[in-house]
């Protein structure tokens, strides 16, 4: 019960603030996987991907941003232009699990308190942290669970267009591109070093991934003052 109070009285808190506004919502799309096995093409989404989003506007240009979305990436060598991964034939998936906070930027003024309906571009970046099972092919060519997981940090490169669709609703469209401080989420590295003479592929690049879709995010919180930030 103790606990349950603290978290009602933070809610309230929240909620009275002068200084912010906040969002809350979803994310709904696609994504695709750009790395040493499948297709390379940058925007092709071809697993759901989905997960919530919290903002914390700090002014009409620019605000604090997290998201977390759950997905899976998938890549095929056949449905890649590329004549040799289509020979070698190899096939992956594996699901992910991204923590994203970073900032957000609007190239245009988005003041929710003021009328009517409104919308800008915008951007945004920060860090992402993924979790992922660890994956190998064997020399059969065999994909294989290593049976442990690890986190892949990376950057996310969002570009996207936002409007108010009412007093408390905001609509979006973006696409995320994901650079990773990792080569393992396809299986071409294996995790663990004794199977390094097993690694394939550009190891000189790393991953990518990339989140296509809309959010809906609901807004609340009383109008703030921008001039203290």
Request: with cysteine; net charge negative.
């Amino acid at each position: 019960m103790r606990y349950l109070f603290l978290f009602f009285i933070s809610i309230s808190v929240l909620q009275n603030t002068d200084a912010q506004i906040y969002e809350v919502g979803v994310f709904v799309g696609g994504s695709n996987f750009i790395g040493d096995v499948g297709a390379t093409n940058y925007i092709s989404p071809n697993q759901v991907a989905f997960g919530a989003i919290l903002k914390w506007n700090r002014s009409p240009r620019h605000s604090f941003r997290a998201s977390f979305i759950f997905s899976d990436i998938e890549g095929i060598d056949g449905k890649s232009d590329d004549p040799r991964r289509v020979q070698r034939g190899y096939s992956f998936n594996n699901s992910i699990f991204e923590v994203s906070a970073g900032m957000e930027f609007t190239f245009w003024e988005f003041d929710l308190h003021t009328s009517g309906i409104k919308g800008t571009p915008y951007l945004y970046s920060g860090i992402s942290i993924a979790n992922h099972d660890n994956y190998f092919f064997d020399q059969n060519g065999v994909y294989t669970s290593e049976n442990t997981s690890s986190w892949a940090y990376g950057i996310p490169m969002v570009l996207g267009y936002k409007s108010n669709i009412s007093n408390h609703l905001v609509l979006a469209a973006e696409i995320g591109a994901r650079y990773t401080f990792s080569d393992e989420l396809d299986g071409s590295v294996p995790d663990a070093d004794f199977r390094e003479q097993l690694s394939f592929g550009n190891t000189n690049s790393n991953d990518w991934y990339v989140f296509s879709g809309i959010t809906l995010t609901y807004t609340f919180g009383r109008r703030p003052c921008y001039c203290n930030f």
